[in-house]
């Protein structure tokens, strides 16, 4: 199963060029700001001069853009999304940082997604082919993969990653510098403290790991060898408790140390070893 970023690169298209960049008199555009052809700037929009706007990227109105923007292709923006705001903390001196989202995404009605400090690369990113449903907040530094699809209301906090073909429901905080595995589903209203593994169905407050995603894996074709795997490994670390070096051993005596599988042991290995079980905390030291 390929686990590298989802694209349509190789796809090739007959379509014609789409025309020149269509803008609303009621939008107030900067002169400074890139628009490609094919996109459509709605009523009562605001695009700061160092937006950038793929072709045929579409934003509906009321929709503002702050800073250092670049917006891929074929995007839908909703009113009252704002991107590229600075971010939520008291550290942030206003460092030329950005924004980068990807392509095919939908972001809907008062979405925010902050730029980024300086504590890490200085881009919050949002990947392709995302579905961001209402008021959901991206905080700076975040990084959101190919295909995530994150419910209303749903807040993640600085730094936080989550990784492609991951479902967020509605109503979820999760904590600054958490990591939500690829193929991960949390459930409604849950409050993520901890990492999230790979392939695992996690809920509660706080959330945790109750059984695998069987329905993404289904989904997006695994083997029945790798998702009988993937349970076994569900087993030994969540319910027999085993611990990484056992559950480890065991598998390879099993025959299950698929390459999903060394995934799944790599990102729990980095989990244990951050604070509180979040790997990544361990940028905050180093910051």
Do not use: W
Not at 47 to 64: C, D, Q, S, W
Request: hydrophobic share 40%.
């Amino acid at each position: 199963m390929d686990l590298l970023p989802f694209n349509r690169d190789s796809q090739s298209s007959d379509q014609p060029e789409p025309a020149a960049a269509k803008v609303s008199n009621l939008a107030c555009v900067d002169p400074g700001a890139e628009l490609s052809p094919g996109v459509e700037i709605g009523p009562f929009c605001v695009i700061g001069p160092k937006a950038r706007i793929g072709r045929n990227t579409k934003l509906i109105n009321n929709v503002t853009i702050l800073g250092d923007v670049t917006l891929g292709e074929d995007n839908v923006v909703s009113p009252g999304a704002v991107l590229g705001g600075a971010p939520q903390d008291l550290s942030y001196r206003g460092t030329e940082t950005k924004v980068v989202i990807g392509d095919r995404n939908v972001i809907r009605e008062c979405v925010t997604v902050n730029r980024a400090t300086e504590k890490e690369d200085g881009f919050t990113r949002v990947g392709n082919d995302c579905y961001l449903m209402g008021n959901v907040h991206i905080a700076h530094d975040c990084r959101v993969g190919d295909r995530v699809i994150i419910g209303h209301g749903t807040m993640l906090g600085g730094h936080v990653h989550v990784d492609h073909h991951a479902t967020l429901s509605g109503a979820i905080g999760i904590t600054h510098y958490a990591a939500i595995g690829c193929y991960a589903f949390v459930g409604a209203a849950s409050r993520v403290l901890q990492d999230i593994a790979p392939y695992m169905l996690a809920d509660g407050s706080p959330a945790r790991a109750r059984c695998i995603n069987i329905v993404a894996l289904r989904r997006n074709d695994f083997d029945q060898t790798v998702i009988d795997a993937i349970n076994e490994a569900y087993r030994l670390m969540y319910r027999a408790r085993v611990g990484l070096a056992n559950c480890e051993e065991i598998l390879e005596s099993k025959g299950h140390l698929l390459p999903e599988i060394r995934h799944f042991l790599d990102k729990v290995a980095i989990s244990q070893s951050g604070r509180h079980g979040r790997g990544r905390e361990l940028r905050r030291k180093a910051a």
